[in-house]
């Protein structure tokens, strides 16, 4: 393999990154963008964020111990008051 390439490789890959990279920022811009200012996350990204399975996220919405919006098939949380649920479990530690 020449110098040339080498060089085309190098650039192919570099080119590839930065489009893969341009690809996720504009999912999380879309994601992000709510004209209701809330962001919503789904059943996944909130399993995510608490480490828990969609077992015990749905055993959370039984009990009423996690606010839920449900439309078109699709559940919903908003990210502020999965915020909140954590601040409201927090617990300190004893200095």
Do not use: W
């Not at 020449?2 to 080119?15: G, P, R, V, Y």
């Not at 990154?17 to 920022?25: A, C, D, L, T």
């Not at 004209?35 to 059943?43: K, Q």
């Not at 919903?76 to 200095?95: C, F, G, N, R, V």
């Amino acid at each position: 393999m020449n110098n040339q390439d080498a060089t085309l490789k190098m650039f192919l890959s570099i080119n590839e990154k930065i489009s893969s990279i341009e690809k996720q920022v504009r999912q999380l811009s879309l994601k992000e963008r709510n004209p209701l200012g809330d962001i919503y996350l789904d059943t996944d990204e909130v399993c995510e964020v608490l480490k828990i399975c969609k077992r015990t996220l749905q055993k959370h919405r039984d009990e009423a111990s996690i606010a839920y919006i449900q439309f078109g098939g699709k559940t919903l949380y908003k990210k502020t008051d999965i915020q909140d649920l954590l601040e409201k479990h927090y617990q300190h530690a004893i200095s």
